[in-house]
């Protein structure tokens, strides 16, 4: 709003500065004077023209700081997801390196793990099944 309230005051500043038309001769009755009436036509229009204008930009501020706001919010799930991925890597390894590969639950994993590229995939996946 501030420069909505920016552009009044310069155009209340410009119809200040514009000395008052005092027409030289007197109109006819039946002659219009459609000259300032065009004037404050224009002025109108192009204030009307720069206020869309203005409005279309905060609009455009506004979807971008939105688009900002959800990409900000998708970088930080990732980083969550990962934290977390690091975390479960760090728990699978250490139920592999305690795992006994000849007890019953070692001689399954060993068969469970066979479909997954490694071992430390397959105890993630083990673990968070569980």
């Known amino acids: 709003m501030d420069s909505l309230d920016e552009l009044l005051a310069q155009i209340k500043a410009e119809y200040d500065r514009e000395p008052p038309q005092q027409p030289q001769i007197k109109p006819n009755v039946g002659t219009s004077s459609s ?43 990732e980083q969550i997801k990962a934290k977390q991925r690091k975390a479960l890597q760090k728990q699978a390894q250490d139920w592999l390196t305690k795992l006994d590969p000849l007890s019953p639950e070692g001689l399954w994993f060993e068969r469970f793990a066979e479909s997954y590229p ?13």
């Open 118 to 130: 490694s071992k430390l995939e397959a105890a993630i996946e083990y673990l968070q099944s569980n």
């Open 35 to 77: 000259l300032p009436a065009n004037k404050s036509s224009s002025l109108i229009d192009n204030l009307l023209e720069e206020v869309k204008a203005d409005i279309a930009a905060q609009e455009q501020a506004e979807e971008l700081r939105k688009q900002q706001e959800v990409e900000e919010e998708r970088i930080r799930q």
